[in-house]
C-alpha cells in the first residue's frame, strides 16, 4: 500500500530504514561539529548566536557567523561515510525505502550523489525571506542590503534558510509519522544535545535503533539496541555495504 506523507510517498509492504545524521557525518570533510572537543562552539554557546532571538536583537553577528561557516564549507567534499549512504540508497531501492534525515546545513549527501536527503535544519544553499517566507537560492554572502527577489525587502531580512533555536524544524509531520513505520533506526554523528531530534529514536518503534558515534557511551539512555564507535567514515561503510 501506498502511504503518502506529503513530500513522500512511501510503500509499508517495504522495509523502512530511516537514517538521522548529524555534524559528525561532515566532521571528517573538514566541516566543524558543533559540540565536544573539536566543537566550534566550544567557548560560544549555541543558543546565544543561532537563535531566533539574536536574529532579532544583533542580526551583524548571525550574518558574519554564517558568511564564516559558509566560506569554511566552500572547499569540503564529501567522505566515506557521505558516500556510503548515497551508494546504500540506490543498492536497496527496489526493495527497501530509505529515508535520511540530516540535521546539517551542508550539501555533501548531494555532492555525494545521495538521491535523497531531507535537510530538518534547512540548508546553506538556500535563503530565507523573513517578511515574505519564500526560499530561494542563496545568491551570495549575507549583509543587510541583500534585496529579497520575490518582495524586494531588505535590510537583514534576506537571511539564510538555516532552523535557529526557537524555530519550527522542517518536516516535523511527516518524520513523526513515518518513524512509527521504520524497522531499522540509525543516528549517525549527533550528540543528541537537540530537540526535536534527539526524541526520534524514543518516537521510534524500530526494533534495530543503531548508534554511530566517534565517542562511546553518549548516549546510555537513548534506547539504542545497539552502540558502533570510531569515525563514521570507517564504522557505516562496512555495515552498509
Ligand atoms: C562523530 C565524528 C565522526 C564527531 N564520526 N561521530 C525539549 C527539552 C528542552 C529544550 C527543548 C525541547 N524541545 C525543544 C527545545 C528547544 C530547543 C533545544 O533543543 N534546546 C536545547 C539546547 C535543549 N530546540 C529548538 O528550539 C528547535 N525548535 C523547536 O523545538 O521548535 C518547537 C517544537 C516544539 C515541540 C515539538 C517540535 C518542535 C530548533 C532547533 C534548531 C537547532 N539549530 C542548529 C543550527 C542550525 C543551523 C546551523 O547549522 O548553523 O542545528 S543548533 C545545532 O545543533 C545545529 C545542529 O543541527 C544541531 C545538532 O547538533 P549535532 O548535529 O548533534 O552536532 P554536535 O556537535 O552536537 O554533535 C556531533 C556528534 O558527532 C558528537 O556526538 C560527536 O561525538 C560526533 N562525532 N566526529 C562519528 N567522525
Redesign the pocket.
Known sequence: MNIDFGRLIINDSRPLVFIL?????S??SGIP????K????KNLY??EI??DTALKERPEDVFE??NF?IAKAVDCLPNA?HTSIAQFQQAVKDYCDVVHVT???DNLNELAGSPSVFH???D?QSSLCSQCKNTFPRLGLYKKNNVCPVCGASGYSVR?N????????YG?DWITSYLKKVCVFMS????????????FVLDTEAAIRIN????TG??RNARFTHEIT????Q?LPPVLE
Not at 21 to 25: I, K
Not at 33 to 36: A, E, I, K
Not at 38 to 41: A, N
Not at 188 to 199: D, E, F, I, M
Request: with cysteine; charged share 15%; net charge neutral.
Open positions: 545524521s548529524g555534524a559528525g557525518l566532521a571528517e561539529t558543533f559540540r565536544g573539536h566543537g566550534l562552539w549555541p543558543s543561532a537563535s557567523f554564517y561557516r561515510a540535521q546539517n546545513v530538518l535544519h534547512g546553506f539564510p538555516v532552523v535557529l533555536f526557537g524555530e519550527m524544524p516535523l549517525v554523528g549527533t550528540s543528541g544535545a537537540v530537540y526535536p531530534a534527539a526524541n554511530f558515534d566517534i565517542e553518549k548516549r570510531g569515525p563514521c567514515s564504522t
